[in-house]
């Protein structure tokens, strides 16, 4: 199932009428024989999905955007009432399909599909059924795309980038979960709004596994340049640590709040996924905390775990894991966060 062309054929028997309607200018050169438009494709037309390519679409970040997903009729839907907001939105080609092939020649790729958790289901027996899911979807998407970058979004993240990775058979540097990056703009709203400033002066990350076993990093915080914890114990101002692991704590559970209430998340990982999007197409060489291939970072040598580090993106993906500063309490957090992983990866069989 594919879009309905934005075609010029609206005359008699298809009639072509563009060339009747726009008169040329003289002395022009034809037209380039080849073109660069950016292409996103995002797999899995959910509420996470929709966000995604309805944030996507706002800020202009693509030039066409594919929607892949196995209900039909949802996925013409959805591309159908994107298309009726054209008026509104700057020119994008939006097709939708089941099938893969419509991916062709994409950038990035994002891998939202996932199985939903079944009460009373296991975490373990979740993510078996996930990458089974991953086996159908990853080899044909790299296939399609092979110069892409693919970006997992699906939970659980940091497992399920592991396996696309694996599928893929795509360098580490072209394989990305979304990892922490929500997590981080939580705890970067959190501080903000104790402080009661704007969160986008506020660089701190959440780092490790996207999950019960993340690490704050309380030591690298800074608001305005200024490292916060040093300034409090310089103004002899006191804090209590159990105030700071209620601060991390809201944020690990902040994704459960705001699904108890409305019964998913949706628009806070859109935003997420954009900024990820943004760094990688636009080459913004920013710092994002994702989730990457960390074999060889802070002690973690055994295995090939995936779990966010604060990580430089850009075109050709991960440029690199930036030298962020660890206490002794924090990098043992991180490794024992690591071990968490990689005990779900070895009994994937992958």
Same mark, same amino acid.
């Given at each position: 199932?594919?879009? !309905?062309?934005?075609?010029?054929?609206?005359?008699?028997?298809?009639? =072509?009428?563009? @060339?009747?309607?726009?008169?040329?200018?003289?002395?022009?050169?034809?037209?380039?024989?080849?073109?660069? =438009?950016?292409?996103?494709?995002?797999?899995?037309?959910?509420?996470?999905?929709?966000?995604?390519?309805?944030?996507?679409? !706002? *800020?202009? #970040?693509?030039?066409?955007?594919?929607?892949?997903?196995? =209900?039909?009729?949802?996925?013409?839907?959805?591309?159908?009432?994107?298309?009726?907001?054209?008026?509104?939105?700057?020119?994008?080609?939006?097709?939708?399909?089941?099938?893969?092939?419509?991916?062709?020649?994409?950038?990035?790729?994002?891998?939202?599909?996932?199985?939903?958790?079944?009460?009373?289901?296991?975490?373990?027996? #979740?993510? @078996?059924?996930?990458?089974?899911?991953?086996?159908?979807?990853?080899?044909?998407?790299?296939?399609?795309?092979?110069?892409?970058?693919?970006?997992?979004?699906?939970?659980?993240?940091?497992?399920?980038? /592991?396996?696309?990775?694996?599928?893929?058979?795509?360098?580490?540097?072209?394989?990305?979960?979304?990892?922490?990056?929500?997590?981080?703009?939580?705890?970067?709203?959190?501080?903000?709004?104790?402080?009661?400033?704007?969160? *986008?002066?506020? *660089?701190? /990350?959440?780092?490790?596994?996207?999950?019960?076993?993340?690490?704050?990093?309380?030591?690298?915080?800074?608001?305005?340049?200024?490292?916060?914890?040093?300034?409090?114990?310089?103004? @002899?101002?006191?804090? +209590?640590?159990?105030?700071?692991?209620?601060?991390?704590?809201?944020?690990?559970?902040?994704? /459960?709040?705001?699904?108890?209430?409305?019964? /998913?998340?949706?628009?806070?990982?859109?935003?997420?996924?954009?900024?990820?999007?943004?760094?990688?197409?636009?080459? *913004?060489?920013?710092?994002?905390?994702?989730?990457?291939?960390?074999?060889?970072?802070?002690?973690?040598?055994?295995?090939?775990?995936? #779990?966010?580090?604060?990580? @430089?993106?850009?075109?050709?993906?991960?440029?690199?894991?930036?030298?962020?500063?660890?206490?002794?309490? +924090?990098?043992?957090? #991180?490794?024992?966060?690591?071990?968490?992983?990689?005990?779900?990866?070895?009994?994937?069989?992958?």
């Amino acid at each position: 199932m594919q879009k !309905t062309a934005s075609s010029s054929a609206l005359g008699p028997d298809g009639l =072509n009428i563009a @060339q009747s309607f726009f008169k040329p200018i003289h002395n022009t050169s034809p037209p380039p024989t080849t073109t660069r =438009n950016t292409k996103i494709s995002v797999v899995g037309v959910g509420n996470v999905g929709m966000a995604i390519a309805q944030t996507i679409l !706002t *800020q202009s #970040l693509a030039d066409e955007i594919a929607l892949v997903d196995v =209900n039909g009729d949802k996925l013409r839907g959805e591309m159908l009432d994107l298309q009726h907001a054209a008026a509104f939105l700057p020119r994008t080609k939006i097709s939708a399909s089941v099938d893969f092939s419509s991916t062709v020649g994409s950038d990035l790729v994002i891998v939202t599909a996932g199985a939903r958790q079944i009460v009373g289901e296991s975490r373990l027996n #979740l993510l @078996q059924r996930n990458v089974a899911l991953f086996s159908k979807v990853v080899p044909p998407l790299a296939a399609a795309s092979p110069e892409c970058i693919l970006l997992v979004v699906s939970n659980p993240v940091d497992v399920l980038t /592991y396996v696309a990775w694996k599928l893929s058979g795509f360098p580490s540097n072209r394989v990305i979960g979304s990892g922490t990056n929500l997590d981080s703009s939580r705890f970067r709203f959190l501080i903000a709004d104790h402080l009661d400033l704007n969160a *986008q002066d506020v *660089q701190a /990350y959440i780092v490790g596994e996207h999950g019960d076993s993340s690490v704050a990093l309380w030591s690298s915080i800074s608001v305005g340049g200024v490292p916060i914890l040093s300034f409090l114990e310089r103004q @002899q101002i006191a804090y +209590e640590k159990q105030t700071l692991a209620k601060i991390h704590k809201e944020v690990v559970e902040g994704a /459960y709040e705001v699904i108890k209430l409305k019964g /998913y998340t949706s628009w806070a990982i859109g935003y997420s996924a954009a900024s990820l999007a943004r760094a990688i197409l636009r080459d *913004q060489r920013s710092i994002h905390p994702v989730s990457v291939l960390a074999k060889g970072f802070y002690g973690i040598d055994g295995g090939e775990p995936f #779990l966010s580090l604060p990580a @430089q993106l850009g075109r050709s993906g991960v440029l690199g894991v930036t030298n962020v500063h660890l206490t002794e309490d +924090e990098a043992n957090q #991180l490794r024992e966060s690591a071990k968490t992983i990689l005990e779900l990866q070895s009994q994937l069989g992958i």
